[in-house]
T-cell receptor, first 113, second 109 residues
Framework: GAVVSQHPSWVICKSGTSVKIECRSL??????MFWYRQFPKQSLMLMATSNEGSKATYEQGVEKDKFLINHASLTLSTLTVTSAHPEDSSFYIC?????????FGPGTRLTVL | EDQVTQSPEALRLQEGESSSLNCSYT??????LFWYRQDPGKGPEFLFT???AGEEKEKERLKATLTKKESFLHITAPKPEDSATYLCASRGGADGLTFGKGTHLIIQP
């Protein structure tokens, strides 16, 4: 299967700071990548669809000014959580698809103190 | 709005005891029904994609089937290493996936 990586795997930050998470497709090019969020004992919820060279499409209820997405190349998308607060603490997972199947990264655990 | 419902929420089996996990879906224009395995603290691992009613796919002890309203993940003679949360997801009109809440499966030796 296709390989998707994320960095960092975990991050702890103070309230009010910004955190950037990287998502890379290692063995294929992805014009579209996806960002999901997963709270404890909950399922994955789609936050936004990241399109290479254009603006991301956000799901209803997701603040685009708080979760900045940049898809600058066919193998890299970044999610920046701006002015993070404790309620933003969650497991953030990206995915990408070479064709029809969608493959997921290992996830980034964000803890905001 | 697409909806995916999985049952049971949790399932405990003895090693070798076969069973099935259920995924009911309501999707306008299904473009794929996906099954993933997720271990604690990790991202989902792709298992299967099914596209049309009647389709079946197998991988080792797992077999996924699809009808017009449901999908089943059959686990035959499971082993402790099959313990995980199994997620079902649908793709409808949008490219992103709609996930169910998952079935937490525990296989006891």
């Amino acid at each position: 299967g296709a390989v998707v990586s994320q960095h960092p795997s975990w991050v702890i930050c103070k309230s009010g700071t910004s955190v950037k998470i990287e998502c890379r497709s290692l063995d294929f090019q992805a014009t579209t990548m996806f960002w999901y969020r997963q709270f404890p004992k909950q399922s994955l919820m789609l936050m936004a669809t990241s399109n290479e060279g254009s603006k991301a499409t956000y799901e209803q209820g997701v603040e685009k000014d708080k979760f900045l997405i940049n898809h600058a190349s066919l193998t890299l998308s970044t999610l920046t959580v701006t002015s993070a607060h404790p309620e933003d603490s969650s497991f953030y997972i990206c995915s990408a698809r070479p064709e029809y199947e969608q493959f997921f990264g290992p996830g980034t655990r964000l803890t905001v103190l | 709005e697409d909806q995916v419902t999985q049952s049971p929420e949790a399932l405990r089996l003895q090693e070798g005891e076969s069973s099935s996990l259920n995924c009911s879906y309501t999707v306008s224009g299904l473009r794929g029904l996906f099954w993933y395995r997720q271990d604690p603290g990790k991202g989902p691992e792709f298992l299967f994609t099914l596209y049309s009613a009647g389709e079946e796919k197998e991988k080792e002890r797992l077999k996924a089937t699809l009808t017009k309203k449901e999908s089943f993940l059959h686990i035959t003679a499971p082993k402790p290493e099959d313990s995980a949360t199994y997620l079902c997801a649908s793709r409808g009109g949008a490219d992103g996936l709609t996930f169910g809440k998952g079935t937490h499966l525990i296989i006891q030796p």
